[in-house]
Each structure stands twice: as C-alpha cells, then as structure tokens.
C-alpha cells in the first residue's frame, strides 16, 4: 500500500511538471520573441499559455479543495438528477442510445447537490466520449435496505486492465489529451460522499462505473441561505448592487451552474455567446424593470442558440442558475443594508423578477421554435423540389428521373408537382425513369396509375422506364398494369434512342417535304 502510495505521488508530481512546463516555456520562448519584435501577438499567446497552467493547477486545486465544498448538505433522490443530467446530451442521442433503468425513486443520499451533478456529469460525458461512433449507454439506480447504486456503462472502446488501478489519479488520462482531473474529481466526490467506486472494463467492449452510497433514512431537509461577502455601501441603489459585484455573480453562477460551467467557452466558440455577459445583461434588464428589452434579448437569443443548434437543456439550466444566484444576492443586498425591505417589497420584488424570468424563457422558446419550424419548413420544401427533379430534354419533352423509395408523403409531392408542371411548361411527353426505385408497394403503384390518368388528360404522353422484375411480379400478383395507360421501354437509354431516331425520322421527313433550291413558291 505505501509503494502503490508513493506511485501514485510520483505520477501527480510528474503530471504537474509536465503539464505546467509546457505553457510556461511556451510564455518563455514568446517573451523572448518579444524582446526581439515587439508583436503584440506575442503577448495574446502568452497570456493564453499562462491562463492553460492556471486552470491546470486551479483543477488541481478544485480536487482538493472544491468550489462547493461550503454547500450544504441535504437529502437527495439521485433518480431526480440522473434524469436532468442526462438531458444536457440531448446533441449526442443521434448516435448514442440511452437506456434509463431507474428503480426504486424517492430513496435519498445525504450530499451536496452540486457536487454531485458535476460528479455523474464528468462520467456520462465520459461515456459518451468513449464510444467513437455509435453505441450505448445505460444509466442504472437501485436502493436496497442500506445502500444505493448507480452505474454507468457505455459500449466503448473499454480500459486497458493494467490501467484500472491508476483511475483517478491526477494527471493519468486514458484519453490522448486528457489530464485526468475529470475522474479524480469523480473519485473524490464519492469518498466525500462516503460512497464506493468500481470499475469494470474490457478493450472494445465497454466500461462500467458502479458507485454505491449509504442510505439516508431521514428526508426531511431545510433550504439555508447564502450569506455572501459583498462589496456594497449606504443607499447603494439595486442595479448598482449588481454592477458592483460582477465578479462574485459570475463566480456564484459558475458555481450554480456546474454542469453548463464546462461548456461556457465551447457555446462562446460555436455560436460566438458570451453566456456570463448575456446573464449579467438580462439580470439588470430584470432589476430595472424593462419589460420590452427583455423579450428582445429573449428572441434575440432563441435565434442564435436555434442557428447554432445548441442544446436546449443547457440554456434552462443556466438560466435557472440565474434566478437562484439574483436570489442569494438579493438576501444578502437586504440584509446588508439593514432589511429596509417591507414584505410588501419583498413580494412585489419577487412578483417582478420571477414574471421576467418567466417572460424571457417564454420568448427565447418561442424564437427557438419558430426559427426550427422555418427551417424544416424551407428543408422540406428543398426536399419536395429535389424528391421530383423534372430534367428538360427539349421544350416540349422532360425526364423524371426517381431514386430511392417512393411513399405516401412523395406520392402526393409527385402528384401535385407533375400535374403543375406539365401545365406550366406544356410538357407533351414525359419520361418517368423508376430504375433508381428502390422498393416499391402495390398503394403507390395504384397512385402513380392514377398520376398517368391525370397527366393524360393534360395532354401528354407517358413513357416508363426501368421497371426492375421484382416491380413487375409483383404488379401481375396484385393485377396491375401500365398498358393503356402509358408506354414502356426496358431502360431509359432505349427511350432516348427512341426519341432521337423519331426525331431524326421527323427531320429527314421536313426535309423531304421542302421544294427544291432555287424552286420558287406558287402563291
């Protein structure tokens, strides 16, 4: 045990060397380069480079001792936060399936709510980073008499066996450019918790996590306050409060919003969303009332997060981190100014801040939708016009050539399509080529022999072409026919042949017809 020990303190000393040296001799080499042209670009690198080793040690820092490790402990249904939780991958579940097994509901733990939700967050993402492709999750809670278990196991690519033992140490990443600190922080907070983890995993198979809590037998829990050291002073109006102490409302909101936390620079590189200044912009529009630009901001908002297709959950988490953190401080605004608030403030305060809330979320959810349904509006529309693409051959004859399957859905666009298009364009012969039809049922043949009815009594003729012998069985099984209704030819290349050989026919017939050079016109 004391070597296992004294390895595990050799490999954090050589991941903090090694992590640490390679930002800061970077800041070196471009304070060199400094010296000798005076770039300011230099300086934006190395800033960079210093900000990478700070939040390496400041990781470091958070596993020994954690941001929330003054929060306050209460009883807590794991089964509730799992379902949350889960929801912040909504990006993923187009190649990933999720199997939820939550048994057993309304059994607590006694913890810290935040520190928790970081805790299965780092290990469903990392569940999802495991598997490269497409794979499986699935998440798992069961209480017995004395204990709670969670596990969670994905289909990835699995953990080598001789690596097991060193999970959770700093700085040991299975990952090409882990650090680590995600799993250490797992491991930290379920000893915190008094809880055990397992893992058991096998290369190309997958990997399973497994944490066992004890029980909590008492659920009864009271909500404290958080009495914050603000900077503020006498007669110091709201609005000003808030200005004041910035910095200690994104830090609070950072640490409220431990999940979104993560993703803040990723939102900012994506869709260009600064989300601590957009949250410290709308907490003042709130304080002061202004009704109209909030529902600005709102819609504003909801474009840009559906232009970029972020995650939903991820923008109701935050904005919920919001409300609870302008609560904290507005306790603490009342208390240190001496609580001048009467209850009839306090309510009226409360009414306002909780309506605006309300008003941006239903604003931002109304933009975000509308900006969906037009864009799968005009998505649908392009489908409609590629799904019967006509291609003209000459002015009074086109293709239309069919790839793929051919539904109900497509069986109408064809219908309304062809019918308008024959009209508009006076086509008089239409070639329908079916080689590229892949499946094809006996409902959609009724409808496409009703479609060669309509296009008839428009006054033009069909041609069919590339019927595949599995179509043609099974048309005589279910006894329908083209005969009468339109021409067939074995392959659409035959069908040119023909048409160039009419249309030749048709020329050296013209030709014929004319009078001899020089004859000249009886009138």
């Known amino acids: 045990m004391h070597l296992t020990q004294l390895a595990s303190v050799g490999q954090i000393a050589a991941g903090i060397a090694h992590e640490v040296k390679n930002p ?53 249904d794991l089964t509730v936060e799992l379902e949350s939780i889960i929801q912040l991958f909504q990006d993923q579940f187009y190649r990933v399936e999720v199997l939820m097994d939550l048994r057993d509901p309304g059994n607590f733990i006694s913890g810290r709510r935040n520190q928790l939700k970081k805790m299965f967050f780092n290990l469903i993402k990392n569940a ?81 996590f497994t944490i066992v809590f004890p029980k909590e037998t008492s659920t009864k829990s009271k909500k404290e306050v958080n009495r914050l050291e603000l900077d503020t002073f006498k007669g110091v109006n709201l609005t000003d409060f808030f200005r004041h102490n910035r910095d200690m409302f994104e830090q609070r909101l950072q640490i409220e919003a431990v999940t979104v936390k993560d993703k803040i620079n990723e939102i900012l590189e994506i869709g260009n969303i600064n989300l601590l200044d957009n949250a410290h912009k709308l907490v003042l529009y709130i304080v002061e009332g202004k009704e109209y630009e909030v529902i600005s901001f709102a819609k504003a908002e909801g474009i840009t997060w559906a232009k970029h297709s972020l995650t939903l959950a991820f923008k109701l988490e935050w904005i919920q981190a919001v409300r609870r953190v302008m609560w904290d401080f507005l306790y603490n605004y009342d208390r240190i100014n001496g609580k001048t608030s009467s209850k009839e403030d306090f309510y009226g305060l409360e009414k306002q801040i909780n309506e605006l809330l309300d008003l941006f979320l239903s604003h931002f959810f109304m933009s975000y939708s509308q900006f969906k349904d037009n864009l799968i509006r005009s998505q649908r529309e392009m489908v409609m ?103 067939t030819k074995g392959t659409l290349q035959q069908a040119l042949a023909d048409y160039l050989a009419n249309s030749m026919r048709d020329i050296h017939s013209n030709h014929e017809m004319l009078p001899p050079s020089g004859t000249a016109l009886s009138m």
Do not use: W
């Open 385 to 487: 016009e590629l799904s019967v693409p006509f291609i003209p051959l000459s002015q009074s004859i086109s293709i239309l050539p069919l790839i793929g399957s051919i539904d109900n859905i497509r069986s109408d666009i064809m219908e309304e399509k062809v019918i308008d298009q024959i009209g508009r364009e006076n086509i008089q012969m239409l070639i329908i080529d079916l080689s590229g039809v892949i499946g094809i049922e006996p409902e959609v043949i009724h409808r496409l022999i009703n479609l060669i009815d309509g296009i008839k009594m428009m006054g033009c003729k069909t041609i069919i072409t590339g019927l595949r012998p599995e179509t043609v069985k099974m048309m005589i099984r279910n006894g329908l026919s083209f005969e009468a209704k339109a021409v």
């Open 24 to 76: 800061l001799t970077a800041v070196k080499g471009f304070l060199q380069l400094l010296k000798e042209k005076n770039d300011e670009s230099y300086i934006d690198i190395a800033q960079s480079e210093l900000e990478n080793a700070i939040e390496i040690l400041q990781n470091l820092l958070q596993v020994s001792k954690p941001d929330l490790e003054n929060e306050s402990t209460e009883p807590i």
């Open 128 to 208: 999802f980073e495991a598997i490269p492709d497409q794979g499986t999750i699935k998440i798992g809670h069961h209480a017995s008499e004395d204990e709670i278990s969670v596990y969670i196991e994905d289909t990835g690519s699995g953990i080598p066996q001789e690596k097991l033992d060193m999970l959770g140490t700093p700085f040991f990443s299975t990952k090409e450019n882990g650090t680590g600190m995600g799993l250490t922080l797992v491991f930290s907070v379920a000893y915190q918790h008094n809880g055990v983890v397992s893992v058991k995993s096998e290369e190309g198979v997958g990997t399973r």
